[in-house]
């Protein structure tokens, strides 16, 4: 005879598993980039140049340069998203311009982030003239992370209720004063959480930023826009392939920065996320 | 006097037809109740008093709608002026998720430039005495109004609608999610209403159409199959149809 408690039990440990081999490589990641990481940080290692070839001194110019560079994509891509995803959610009809336009959206997305590189080389460095550039880096870190700000953001404005849409209508507020009073607070939380996810890709990825503005040794502060600039994970990069007898401390060191930074970037948008949640009045 | 007159209304959506050569005349100041299975147009008719059928893209009419003598489904039809002219409350109380103070002031804000605190916090209490709540939730203006009970939401949102000033009140079935008691409470506040605005009440409930109206059209399948006093309706009805509705045979 069937036992359902038996076969249920057996589903239940299946299920389990595999949530919690999800959690297994998270933590084993985050425990030995800090085990052999942590060592390295100290002042000098966040706020000198790389000396010796980078094999000492610190990675201050990479910090600023990733930060440079998140920052500008966010900037280019956050308000340009945001005002799609509001088209695409509000106000277009379903007809051939927008079902291309989404569908170009979908590939956008799916896109390898070296083709992205290759493309912000040909456009922004040589076709626009912008050089090797931290403005060349932003650009495509921005039109890469696009999709992703587009597509959740999008998610936040549809999941407002449609009877929030109708009440506002309803007393006399026109369709823009309905979006901006009604519709855009309540969805701020999920295009935050859209932003989030854009930042941590924008920081991470190390194929965009190779051809666009990546100095593979650059021991200054960019001076403008219009300068190269040391990245983080292009950084990692070099030390870890390019470089040899680099110590094992300083690689991981760098990823550990990485991360760090990543998650700091991230806690201000969770910050920011919970203040709207809290001012929202459910 | 009359306040709103359909003349040969007819709507479609789509190939569907929701409504078919509708006729009445609505007048001020009364309590008008359309009554009818679901599904038969009443609250399509309703939504066309203040156009929110429009959110709907394959929506074609034809007819005239004269609310005091124009045509609202005229194209040029301001909406932003028609719809602060004629207000609605829904089948299920929707505050917004914001303060008690704020909902109630969300017309005003929209519609009124640099308006003062002071209007304002009169605008709230006016708004809120006129449904009755004032004293109960005076002290409670900053809490969120979703934590409000039920029959508090509504009234709420009808002062939500009060504060912008309409004379037309469209309630669609503003007591289904009520209990007995606070539906009594709701239809003792309609009829306090109704001698400054004129109300029209979509209601699946009979004994509520009897209650409260002064008029009743009965609908079918899109069409208005009767339309007059409301003790002639229940009383004597004319037509089979609405006969055997009210006395049950179907509905």
């Known amino acids: 005879m069937k036992n359902p408690y038996r076969t249920q039990n057996i589903a239940f440990f299946f299920l389990f598993l595999a949530t919690l081999l999800i959690v297994v490589p998270v933590g084993l990641i985050i425990v030995i980039i800090i085990q052999k990481g942590l060592p390295a940080i100290n002042w000098q290692f966040l706020s000198d140049i790389p000396r010796q070839g980078m094999r000492a001194g610190g990675i201050f110019p990479a910090i600023v340069g990733t930060v440079y560079l998140v920052t500008g994509a966010i900037i280019l891509a956050l308000p340009i998203g945001l005002l799609a995803a509001i088209y695409l959610s509000e106000y277009s009809k379903d007809n051939l311009l927008n079902r291309l336009i989404k569908l170009a959206i979908v590939n956008l997305a799916g896109v390898p982030s070296v083709v992205y590189g290759l493309f912000g080389l040909a456009l922004f460095v ?63 939380p999920g295009i935050l959480t859209g932003t989030i996810l854009g930042l941590g890709r924008a920081a991470g990825e190390t194929a965009p930023i190779l051809f666009t503005v990546a100095a593979f040794y650059l021991p200054r502060l960019p001076n403008s826009i219009f300068d190269q600039a040391m990245a983080l994970p292009y950084h990692l990069y070099v030390i870890s392939t390019q470089v040899p007898n680099v110590a094992e401390k300083i690689r991981y060191g760098t990823a550990f920065v990485l991360l760090a930074l990543v998650l700091i970037m991230n806690l201000v948008a969770i910050i920011i996320r919970y203040k709207f949640r809290k001012r929202k009045k459910w | 006097m009359a306040k709103i007159i359909t003349k040969n209304l007819n709507l479609w959506y789509g190939t569907f037809q929701a409504l078919k050569n509708v006729n009445s005349t609505i007048e001020a100041n009364r309590i008008t109740a359309i009554i009818g299975p679901s599904g038969c147009g009443k609250s399509t008719l309703l939504r066309v008093f203040n156009r929110m059928n429009d959110l709907i893209e394959v929506l074609r009419t034809d007819g005239e709608v004269l609310i005091d003598d124009t045509n609202i489904l005229d194209s040029h039809t301001d909406l932003v002026v028609l719809r602060k002219k004629v207000g609605m409350v829904f089948q299920r109380p929707n505050p917004f998720p914001l303060s008690i103070y704020e909902n109630i002031v969300f017309g005003e804000k929209i519609h009124a430039d640099g308006i003062t605190r002071d209007e304002l916090d009169e605008i709230v209490e006016k708004s809120l005495r006129d449904v009755l709540l004032w004293d109960e939730l005076k002290d409670r203006l900053n ?86 006093k409301t003790h002639e309706i229940f009383t004597a009805p004319r037509d089979k149809r609405t006969e055997d509705y009210i006395t049950g045979r179907y509905g």
């Open chain 1, 126 to 188: 040589v076709f626009f003239k912008f050089g090797a550039s931290i403005l060349s880096g932003s650009l495509t870190l921005g039109i890469m992370i696009l999709p992703v700000i587009i597509t959740t953001s999008r998610e936040a404005l549809e999941s407002v209720p449609q009877s929030f849409r109708e009440v506002s209508l309803s007393l006399g507020a026109s369709k823009w004063q309905t979006i901006r009073h009604i519709v855009l607070p309540n969805a701020i």
């Open chain 2, 143 to 228: 809490e969120p109004a979703l934590r409000l009970s039920l029959e508090q939401k509504q009234r709420l949102c009808i002062a939500r609608l009060i504060a912008v000033k309409p004379d037309v009140l469209l309630m669609d079935e503003p007591c289904s999610t009520l209990d007995p008691q606070a539906t009594a409470r709701v239809e003792e506040l309609m009829r306090e209403l109704k001698s400054r605005y004129t109300i029209i009440i979509v209601t699946h409930n009979m004994q509520q159409a009897a209650r409260v109206s002064d008029n009743t059209g009965f609908m079918l399948l899109g069409e208005l199959i009767e339309f007059g």
